[in-house]
C-alpha cells in the first residue's frame, strides 16, 4: 500500500501518518520503506504503521507497506 504525504506549501511541516491495520491482518516484515530514504521515522509493528517527519515545501514523502490478510469475516 504507498500513501503520499504532500506539501503544497511554502513552508517545511511537521507530519505524521498512523495507519491501524484491520482485524485479520498484519503487517509484512520488512516490507516498509520510505522515499526519500531516511526521511522521518517509520515505525512498524504487526498491527500498524506510523511514520512522523518533516516535509519541506513541494516536496512528498512516500511510505509504502504491505499487508497479509490472515482472517476474512463472512
Known amino acids: ?3 503520499v504525504i ?6 517545511a511541516g511537521s507530519a505524521t ?3 491501524v491495520l484491520p ?3 498484519t503487517s509484512v516484515a520488512s516490507s516498509a520503506g520510505v522515499e526519500p530514504a531516511g526521511s522521518g521515522t517509520l515505525t ?3 498491527s500498524d ?3 512522523a517527519g518533516l516535509v519541506g515545501p513541494g516536496e512528498k514523502v512516500t511510505v509504502t507497506f504491505q499487508v497479509n490478510v490472515v482472517a476474512v469475516n463472512g
Do not use: M, Y
Not at 504532500?6 to 513552508?11: D, I, K, R, V, Y
Open 1 to 3: 500500500f504507498p500513501t
Open 6 to 11: 504532500a506539501n503544497n506549501g511554502t513552508l
Open 17 to 19: 501518518l498512523s495507519d
Open 23 to 25: 482485524s485479520g491482518s
Open 44 to 46: 512498524v509493528t504487526q
Open 49 to 51: 504503521i506510523h511514520w
